[in-house]
C-alpha cells in the first residue's frame, strides 16, 4: 500500500488524537491545522503541494483552490457526504481533475435521536428553564413532523414512534417501507406544518424550506427542532416567528440556528454536535481511514 506523499488537515477533523496518530502513518508527511482557514487563499497556501488533503464540513474547497494546487489527488472530508450538489467540495470539478472526493455517512446518528428525545421530554415536563404548555406533558400522542426521511430522519421517526407520539414524515422522496413499519403517513410539507405541533427538520446543508409562508402555516405554540449541521430556515423568518407567543426552537448546535437568534429566551441551542460523541468519533475516524486505506490499494 503506497503512502501519500503529504497530507494535509487544512482544519481540525475533530477526531481522537490517536487517530490523528493512525492517519499520520498513511502519508510521508503530515501537516495538521489547529484552526479554521478564513478564505481561499489561505486554504491553497495550506495545501500547497499536497497530494491528499482533508477536512472536516466548516471550510469549503472550490474550483479556485483545486486549479491552485495540481498536486491533489484525494481529499477526504471528515463528515457526512450524501449528495456533491450538497458537500462542501466542488466534487464534479475535482471528478473532473481525476482527483477522488470520499465522505463517510451514519456516524454520529445515535447520539442525535438522544438529543432529541432529552430536550423534547424537558421542555413538556418543564424540567429546564421552561415548559411548553401550562401543565406538564408526555410525549405520548403529541403530533411530531420530520422533513427529511434519511438516516437520521428515519432513526428519529423509529424513536418518536417507540415513545406513542403521533409520527408523519415529508422528504424529497417518498419511503413507503418505514410508511408501512410505522403506520406513518407521507404529506406534503404545507399540509404537514399545518397539522404537527413539533417540527424537526433533518436536511443535508443548504438545504432550505421554511420560510415567513412556512412559519405562518406552522403557527403559534410550538417546537422546531433543526439537527441538520446548518439552518434550515431563513434566520429572519425563525426570528419572525419566535417573537410570537408559545414557540420554542432547538438545535444541537449553536449553527444549526443561526447567531441572530440564539441568546432569545424561548431557544435552546448546544455548544457541540450531538452527533460528535467520543462513540461517534471513533466510527468516523474508522470510516475515514478506511477510505483512505481503499485508495491507496487502489490507486
Known sequence: MKKFKKMVAIEPTKLL???DEKLRSLAEETIFYE?????????????????????????????????ACPNIRYIGICASLYSPENANVDILYAEKKGIVVTGVRDYGD???????????????Q??????????????????????????VGSLLARTMNFFGMNVNYYSRTRKPDIEKELG??????????QKVDILITCLNKNVVL???????????????????????????????????????AFSDTEAGLGEEVIDLPNVF????????????????????????????MNH
Open 184 to 193: 406513518m403517513d407521507y404529506l406534503p410539507l404545507n399540509e404537514l406544518l
Open 17 to 19: 488524537p490517536e487517530w
Open 126 to 151: 418543564g424540567r429546564g428553564d421552561a415548559m411548553w404548555k401550562a401543565e406538564p406533558m408526555e410525549l405520548t400522542g403529541v403530533k411530531v413532523g420530520i422533513v427529511g426521511m434519511g438516516t
Open 210 to 248: 421554511l420560510d415567513n409562508a412556512a412559519f405562518e402555516l406552522f403557527g403559534n405554540g410550538k417546537i422546531l427542532m433543526n439537527v441538520s449541521i446548518a439552518p434550515s430556515h431563513e434566520i429572519a423568518a425563525l426570528k419572525t416567528w419566535l417573537a410570537q407567543p408559545g414557540n420554542f
Open 35 to 67: 484552526d479554521v482557514p478564513t478564505d481561499a487563499t489561505t486554504i491553497s497556501e495550506r495545501i500547497g503541494d499536497a497530494d491528499c488533503v482533508l477536512l472536516s464540513f466548516t471550510s469549503f474547497i472550490d474550483q479556485e483552490v483545486l486549479d
Open 110 to 124: 445515535e447520539g442525535v435521536k438522544e438529543y432529541a428525545v432529552s430536550e423534547l421530554v424537558r421542555l413538556l
Open 269 to 296: 441551542a448546544g455548544k457541540t454536535s450531538a452527533g460528535l460523541t467520543s462513540m461517534a468519533k471513533v466510527r468516523l475516524a474508522q470510516k475515514v481511514i478506511a477510505n483512505i486505506e481503499n485508495f491507496q
